[in-house]
């Protein structure tokens, strides 16, 4: 199984909504990442978790929480989004053995998110 | 930080023509990744290729690491080949960041 998932495929939220975006893999890896893509830009990382710690925040608003419960699941927390956020939201995974990073990543086929 | 640029930024072909895709990039790497992202946003791995050449089907990529280049060869495209073509780079002082170029927007005519 080489798929990663996510789920809403699609979310309209307002300012002061909470809302959670979820992604699970089911290959084994190690490494799972959040990436928010705009229209017509590349995708920019956000976080990146190994062993279900978080190992890189790439300066993210801490209106945007993620957390890894256990190795398959990632989940971003949403919390006083403001309208600039609205953008696609991917998570992806590598494989990762302790030390050594492979670092071909698989993409999930995003959340689309509008905030209101 | 590194800077990869792909080129052209938009392609049109008619159905059936070839093309060829460039990434360059300005520092060594230990990953480079091919991408196309469909209409729908999904991110759809073509190759993982940080050197040499590699074939699947009527897509095949060449990366000369030395000279900090990648190259994506279609042929024979199809309507379906429409999207974006990124390239993606993986700096040598990072296990897990890769570093995406601009995309070249490609659209096959029938």
């Known amino acids: 199984d080489t798929e990663v998932t996510q789920t809403p495929k699609h979310l309209v939220m307002g300012m002061t909504n909470k809302k959670s975006l979820k992604c699970e893999q089911h290959?084994?890896?190690?490494?799972m990442y959040w990436y928010k893509q705009k229209a017509k830009k590349p995708p920019e990382l956000m976080f990146v978790?190994?062993?279900?710690?978080?190992?890189i925040n790439e300066s993210v608003p801490s209106r945007f929480s993620p957390e890894c419960p256990n190795s398959s699941l990632l989940n971003l927390h949403l919390h006083a989004l403001q309208p600039e956020d609205s953008a696609l939201y991917l998570c992806?995974?590598?494989?990762?053995?302790?030390?050594?990073?492979?670092?071909?990543?698989?993409f999930g086929p995003g959340t689309r998110l509008t905030v209101l | 930080g590194i800077q990869v640029e792909q080129s052209p930024p938009d392609l049109i072909l008619q159905e059936g023509a070839n093309s060829t895709l460039r990434c360059n990039f300005s520092d060594s790497v230990n990953n480079l990744q091919w991408f196309h992202q469909n209409p729908w946003g999904q991110l759809i791995n073509l190759f993982y290729?940080?050197?040499g050449t590699k074939q699947n089907g009527r897509l095949s990529a060449t990366t000369v690491a030395t000279e900090r280049y990648s190259l994506l060869y279609i042929s024979s495209s199809q309507t379906t080949d429409s999207g974006v073509y990124f390239c993606?780079?993986?700096?040598?002082?990072?296990?897990?960041?890769?570093?995406f170029g601009s995309g070249t927007r490609l659209l096959v005519r029938p």
């Open positions: 978790y190994s062993y279900e710690k978080l190992s």
């Open positions: 993606a780079v993986g700096p040598v002082d990072s296990s897990y960041k890769l570093i």
């Open positions: 290729i940080p050197s």
């Open positions: 290959m084994g890896h190690r490494a």
């Open positions: 992806a995974s590598s494989q990762e053995n302790r030390g050594i990073s492979y670092n071909e990543q698989f």
